[in-house]
């Protein structure tokens, strides 16, 4: 693990609960003395009191550790709000509705930022009969290719795993979508919104400069 809880995170949990630092001392069933040096820097709480530290404060020990306590907000998530963690050790994919703390192989995964597509990560949309056909020229060589692509709807996610040496395209079910998104091992997340009008034809677009002008159209028709 490459992270430790720190004294000014205790401190700022500890007055959050307008806790002082005898009564968390009283709960830990260590002195006010040793909360005193945790919280300036001079010493550390022992792994062992991770666990009753973090029930105190009604967190996760990895919350804990990584100074980031996660709200309960969750519930009314929409997954066009959807954040994806990629490990860049593994390649393991984690997806969540909303905020969330995530380690993967001791490294503690910020969500990626997704980019607009450009001229290196061009990506095609054809409509056939109740699916959308995505294609994304990109290279697919064990260096350098397309690792996953997903199609967003307010309600479901729907993901394909990619490989090196293999085609970069999937299909995907209509009903809903209004996002594509796909990470490249090298640049990582892009992302582009399905527009009505564009994306629901049976012939796609032929090149980037090609789509922005028609995104810029049907902003028109749309007012």
Sequence with gaps: MNQYVTGAVIKELREKKNMTQAELAEKLCVSAKTISKWETAKGYPDISLLEPIARVFGISV?????????????????????????????????HSMGEAVVQCHGILLTPCQA?????????FIECIEDEYYVRIEHDMTKEHYISFVAALSSDKIQM????????SEARFKIRGVKKILFYCN???????????GID????????????????????????
């Design 115 to 123: 980019e607009e597509t450009d001229e290196k990560h061009m990506i």
């Design 62 to 94: 990895t919350e804990l550790i990584s100074g980031n306590t996660v709200q309960n907000v969750n519930v009314s998530a929409n997954m066009l709000r959807s954040k994806i963690y990629v490990c860049p050790i593994c390649g393991n994919v984690i």
């Design 160 to 167: 394909i795993k990619l490989y090196p040496e293999g085609n």
């Design 200 to 223: 629901d034809k049976l012939s796609s677009y032929d090149d980037v400069n090609e789509r922005r002008e028609l995104e810029k159209m049907a902003r028109k028709l749309l007012g």
């Design 186 to 196: 090298r640049d990582g997340l892009f992302s582009l919104n399905v527009v009505k």
